[in-house]
């Protein structure tokens, strides 16, 4: 991977004891100018690393600090070309884990998530799966949203990045990974992945941040969101409704 810079723990060498976690994961953060935002999340990120779960930041060209801020608190810090789907590529590439998971930077995961992710992968058959969403905000509308946005999710196989896409590396691999498009690159990897197996679907919910629907209006979010997926599924580029969503 020339042109990429990357600070990264030795992993090799690693012991496991009796009762701990058996299968290695890779969490795979994106980030872009998140420098106000970074110390709640490299709190969070902390312990899971401790877990001995390998966490990969990939800043996407930040004019912030953040790169630098995340490898000050001791993180592995990988710059690569800008666009969420292309730096979550770039981060699965390097990472060693089984099971790589893709962490927005305004998510975070539920108390025992790494224990939930290892009890729903460990039949051979399982290749990927989601976590359900709870969305933080203000807004009585917002936990309708997300129960919606979760059976929608049931009924037809699709994550959203919301929702902590987690997936065997190996299938990532067969997938292509995330198609570098602009917008709806999770839509995409589900359509691909489901062709082979749906999703384990898990209850335990990650909570992430409403500001986006708060700031512009939950309801005209959810037209905006809406129209969004029904042009996609009709043939709309990405680049197309990437524009109409700034």
Do not use: N
């Given at each position: 991977m020339s042109g990429l810079h990357s600070e990264r723990p030795g992993l090799s060498g690693m012991r496991v004891r009796p009762g701990e976690?058996?299968?290695?994961?890779?969490?795979?953060?994106?980030?872009?100018?998140?420098?106000?935002?970074?110390?709640?999340?490299?709190?969070?990120?902390?312990?899971?690393?401790?877990?001995?779960?390998?966490?990969?930041?990939?800043d996407g060209g930040s004019t912030d600090g953040s790169a630098a801020l995340a490898r000050d608190s001791g993180f592995t810090v990988l710059d690569a070309p800008g666009g969420r789907a292309r730096q979550m590529n770039a981060g699965a590439d390097l990472a060693a884990g089984h099971i790589l998971l893709f962490l927005h930077a305004d998510t975070?995961?539920?108390?025992?998530?790494?224990?939930?992710?290892?009890?729903?992968?460990s039949p051979p058959k399982q290749e990927w799966g989601r976590f359900d969403v709870r969305i933080e905000g203000?807004?009585?509308?917002?936990?309708?949203?997300?129960?919606?946005?979760n059976l929608r999710s049931r009924l037809t196989g699709?994550?959203?990045?919301?929702?902590?896409?987690?997936?065997?590396?190996?299938?990532?691999?067969?997938?292509?990974?995330?198609?570098?498009?602009p917008l709806v690159e999770d839509i995409a990897l589900?359509?691909?992945?489901?062709?082979?197996?749906?999703?384990?679907?898990?209850?335990?919910?990650?909570?992430?941040s409403g500001r986006r629907?708060?700031?512009r209006g939950v309801w005209r979010t959810i037209l905006l969101m809406w129209t969004l997926r029904l042009r996609y599924w009709l043939g709309a580029s990405p680049e197309a409704l990437a524009r109409d969503y700034r």
């Open positions: 976690r058996t299968t290695k994961l890779s969490i795979v953060v994106p980030i872009l100018d998140e420098a106000a935002a970074l110390p709640p999340l490299l709190a969070h990120l902390a312990p899971l690393q401790r877990q001995a779960c390998e966490v990969i930041l990939v975070r995961l539920p108390p025992g998530a790494l224990q939930e992710i290892d009890r729903a992968m203000s807004s009585r509308w917002l936990p309708v949203i997300a129960a919606l946005m699709i994550a959203t990045g919301d929702q902590a896409i987690f997936v065997r590396r190996d299938v990532f691999q067969q997938a292509g990974g995330y198609t570098e498009q589900s359509r691909q992945i489901k062709g082979r197996a749906r999703p384990v679907c898990l209850r335990e919910c990650v909570t992430t629907w708060e700031s």
